[in-house]
């Protein structure tokens, strides 16, 4: 029999988005400060990355979640986090979902956890019925009203904005946000990226289009393109926060009060900002939202298999 490694994982949900936590069985990606564990895991452990979350095991939208101990000597946990084509700063939904598969497993209990990623601390709070708030990485917006000219479409602009990832944030675009126009969305906001990085941009890789909001307790509805072709079917955590940067940058939203952001399926996150530095435009988010565990087992990476590391 050959060596076959075994990943014990939970599986959850957060607004309709998949979260895969990998508790043990990965790769051993050494110590040190999260970013260059994020580097080994990129370079040295890709196939690792694409077993967990890519068909046969997984799915499209499914974002992994590698729990690591911490370098952060304030922080309880350790999580990088990727998806199907590569590792993300960090993820919003994806916090959520990692903060209720520990609760679920009795490693937490209702209150605060801080929990180190590859682009700084983020502090979780576990509430009553699955709500989980995540207070994020400090974000600001870094340029406005960006114009690109994409091909097929003609111009559009944009906000470039950081949230933990880096958005190109769209309001005009003529396109409707619902659920049967995926398909025709994620093409656009695709072809959208791809001006956006030839602009002098290559570092974004999620491109979030906005619209009015479908219900009236949201203030607004998104749809997400996260890198590769997948869409985030949750409002996006990372992409809510970028959207609070902005929104405080154009003193739209006060801070403190609440921002109901609706995805293109209907879920809902609501974020809050308190001010970190004005003058840089810099704000620390707190996004809140829902996640619920959907499965638990073990992976097995059997090296007969000639899908073993995945569809890519
Ligand atoms: O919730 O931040 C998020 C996120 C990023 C990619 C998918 N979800």
Redesign the pocket.
């Known amino acids: 029999m050959p060596d076959i490694p075994r990943l014990r994982f939970v599986d959850s949900h957060t607004g309709g ?1 998949p979260t895969r936590l990998v508790m043990d069985g990965g790769p051993d990606l050494g110590a040190g400060p999260l970013a260059e564990r994020l580097a080994r895991f990129r370079d040295a452990f890709d196939p690792w990355r694409s077993a967990i979350v890519n068909e046969p095991r997984g799915s499209e939208p499914l ?1 992994g979640a590698l729990l690591v101990p911490p370098h952060r000597p304030d922080c309880r946990f350790g999580v990088i986090f990727f ?1 199907r084509v590569g590792p ?1 700063g ?5 916090t959520m979902g990692l903060v209720t598969s520990l609760a679920h497993l009795g490693m937490i209990s209702p209150g605060i956890v801080r929990i180190d990623t590859p682009v700084g601390a983020v502090q979780a709070e576990l509430h009553a019925k699955n709500e989980i708030s995540v207070t994020n990485v400090p974000s600001f917006r870094r340029a406005r009203a960006v114009a690109v000219d994409v091909p097929g479409f003609g111009e559009v602009r944009g906000d470039v904005a950081w949230g ?2 880096w958005f190109f944030l769209v309001e005009d675009h003529g396109q409707a946000i619902e659920s049967a126009a995926v398909g025709q969305l994620t093409g656009f906001a695709g072809r959208i990226r791809q001006a956006v990085n030839a602009a002098g941009f290559p570092e974004v890789d ?1 491109v979030e289009l906005f619209s009015a909001a479908a219900t009236a307790a949201a203030r607004s509805r998104n749809f997400v393109l ?1 890198p590769g072709d997948a869409y ?1 079917r ?1 409002p ?4 809510t926060s970028a959207k609070l940067a902005c929104l405080a940058a154009d003193g739209k939203l006060r801070e403190g009060e609440p921002w109901v952001q609706e995805s293109v399926i209907g879920s809902t996150f609501t974020g809050r900002f308190r001010w970190l530095d004005r003058e840089k435009g810099e704000i620390e988010p707190t996004i809140a939202g829902t996640a619920f565990v959907t499965a638990e087992g073990v992976q097995l990476l059997d090296p007969r298999d000639p899908f073993c590391w995945g569809i890519r």
């Open positions: 988005e974002v998806n993300l960090m993820c919003g939904h994806g933990g990832n999620h996260c985030d949750s996006c955590g990372t992409g």
